[in-house]
């Protein structure tokens, strides 16, 4: 499956633990994004990375949240001391660069918070 | 605030009509638009893009682009009761932002 790949597809942690999100592009693509989408409402944007590059962090939360694409390996997004509002889908999504071409989406992974 | 907005529905049409999903938006730097069609508790799956203004068909799906008017819409011809999902319009400038509406959520019935 080239696609790209998330894990784990479900997640469930307790209030202030951290929560650790997987995502690796698909084959080729080289820019990887995060996307939020909580219940019954819409995707929102989250952060924008390239290899060692947060590009675009704008729709990030100010505390909590951070994001990473590094060199080697998947890019990762990190919720620290997780709350009940946290409790979302979160989608990657990845394209191969410009603004012309469309962003591809992961299944997801799904967060609860107990 | 950079928007797209979308009718939420519900849009019932019976199947094998047409369905017509449209889209608004205020960015005008928004350079290309995507619509992806999304099932209940999946991922989004990407249906068609545009960049330019017209008509582009793609099976039975056409999307429309109206930069003038900043108004994107998406017919989808001979609708099947599997074309029941939510469709979700978003705009991308040239920050590679994808911007999305809130999704309008298609009936079709047998």
């Known amino acids: 499956n080239a696609g790209v790949m998330q894990n784990p597809r479900h997640l469930v942690r307790r209030r202030g633990q951290e929560a650790r999100l997987r995502c690796s592009p698909m084959?080729?693509?080289?820019?990887v994004y995060w996307y939020r989408q909580l219940p019954e409402e819409g995707l929102k944007f989250m952060v924008y990375l390239q290899k060692e590059n947060i590009i675009d962090e704008s729709g990030m939360p100010k505390e909590r949240f951070s994001a990473e694409f590094p060199k080697e390996g998947p890019s990762i997004l990190r919720i620290q001391q997780v709350v009940r509002g946290d409790s979302a889908a979160y989608f990657c999504?990845?394209?191969?660069?410009?603004?012309?071409?469309?962003?591809?989406f992961g299944d997801g992974t799904r967060l609860s918070i107990l | 605030q950079k928007e797209v907005e979308q009718n939420s529905g519900p849009l019932s049409v019976p199947e094998g009509a047409i369905a017509s999903l449209n889209c608004t938006y205020s960015d005008r730097g928004s350079q290309s638009f995507f619509w992806y069609r999304q099932y209940s508790g999946k991922s989004p799956e990407l249906i068609m893009s545009?960049?330019?203004?017209g008509d582009k068909e793609d099976g039975r799906f056409t999307a429309q682009l109206n930069k003038a008017s900043q108004y994107v819409s998406l017919l989808i011809r001979d609708s099947q009761p599997s074309d029941s999902a939510t469709y979700l319009c978003a705009g991308n400038n040239a920050g590679n932002m994808l911007t999305f509406g809130g999704g309008t959520r298609l009936m079709v019935k047998p």
């Open positions: 084959k080729g693509h080289s820019h």
């Open positions: 999504a990845s394209s191969p660069g410009t603004a012309y071409q469309p962003q591809h």
């Open positions: 545009i960049y330019s203004n």
